[in-house]
């Protein structure tokens, strides 16, 4: 049973810098890519960033690009994204999801971190 576990979340202030962490289990994740979406209220799931886990290809939303760092520790089985110069308009809800490279659509989701920044 594959679980996706989100962590790091927290308030802080315009500029400042978060470490969002999932932890991923329940399988081998060779293969897969591994990302992060940001919710907020009323809006669907946005895309910020994916890793292919098996090369460490990276990929990011054009709002994102340069402030934000995704990662991977393959021994930890867990992904990371850095956060820096964080913007208010970076709130919401952060979701780790998984899914094979093959697939259109991420059929693993973790139950979301909340980042708050404020102005």
């Known amino acids: 049973q594959v679980q996706l576990v989100e962590s790091g979340g927290g308030l802080v202030q315009a500029g400042g810098s978060l470490r969002l962490s999932c932890a991923a289990s329940?399988?081998?994740?060779?293969?897969?890519?591994m990302a992060w979406f940001r919710q907020v209220p009323g809006k669907e799931r946005d895309f910020v960033a994916r890793?292919?886990?098996?090369?460490?290809?990276?990929s990011y939303a054009d709002s994102v690009k340069g402030r934000f760092t995704i990662s991977s520790d393959n021994r930890k089985s867990t992904v990371y994204l850095q956060m820096n110069s964080l913007k208010p308009e970076d709130t919401g809800v952060y979701y780790c999801?998984?899914?094979?490279?093959?697939?259109?659509?991420?059929?693993?989701w973790g139950q979301g971190t909340q980042v708050t920044v404020s102005s």
């Open positions: 329940g399988r081998s994740f060779s293969g897969y890519y």
């Open positions: 999801a998984a899914k094979m490279t093959t697939r259109v659509q991420y059929n693993y």
């Open positions: 890793i292919n886990w098996s090369t460490g290809g990276t």
